[in-house]
């Protein structure tokens, strides 16, 4: 995961939308950490359980990025006073349980669900939309 989080920094823009599924310990967080880690992040990222949104900014990285992780709300009315959509204007989002916000949220997202095998092994499923398809052929 932090592998392919690195290799996937290489091509994210601002107004980015990632979108991270998948259960508890299933590896949302650590992709999440690969990515700012390509991005150029140095010290380890702290999973935003608790703050809900963990910001970083250039010199810390080469773009700004908002990691969000919604687990703990109970519905989309609580996400409104986080400002997400103005993050999405300005810094990659990277998001954790998007699910929270409903089906409707992100809609342009490029998505990942990650499954654990019986083995423990990852398995990753994305549903790339349009904005991607170059980028993702990069991958």
Known sequence: MLAFGQKLAALVRIGDV????????????????????????EEEAPSPSFAIVQPYAVPEVRLPVAHVDLYRLDGPEEAEELGLDEYAMDSLLIVEWPDRLGEGAWPDALRFHIDIAPDGARRLTAR??????????QI
């Open 18 to 41: 990632i979108a991270l599924e998948g259960g508890l310990g299933a590896g949302k967080t650590t992709l999440a950490r690969g990515i700012l880690e390509g991005l150029g992040l």
């Open 128 to 137: 790339v939309p349009g904005a991607w398809t170059e980028r993702w052929s």
